[in-house]
């Protein structure tokens, strides 16, 4: 690992798997999901993009124990999508049990 400063002026520590700036890819992912989505971590939005989930509203095809269950993504990033949903009328998808 070494200390990398990007375009932007963040500092990260550049891994092999990860060579970006998490700060400006989460800035970025927080763009392409739309105004109204939380800012998650860098993590959490790719679990997201990689189960076809493009905004706040496409989040409702999942539940939270689906959600949970992704590479990346944990109980605080749920927290944050589930006060945003409800304050847009929302919901997760109830688990079919
Ligand atoms: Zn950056």
Do not use: W, Y
Not at 38 to 60: D, E, Q, V, W, Y
Request: overall charge positive; charged content about 25%.
């Amino acid at each position: 690992m070494s200390l990398r400063v990007c375009k932007n002026g963040h500092r990260f520590e550049k891994t092999s798997d990860c060579p970006v700036c998490p700060q400006c890819s989460s800035t970025e992912m927080k763009n392409a999901f739309g105004e109204e989505f939380p800012a998650l971590g860098a993590p959490a939005f790719r679990a997201l993009h990689n189960k076809g989930i493009k905004n706040l509203k496409s989040l409702t095809r999942f539940s939270e124990e689906e959600l949970l269950s992704l590479h990346g993504f944990g109980p605080k990033a749920l927290r944050l999508l589930k006060q945003t949903l409800k304050a847009n009328g929302m919901t997760f998808l109830k688990n079919k049990k």
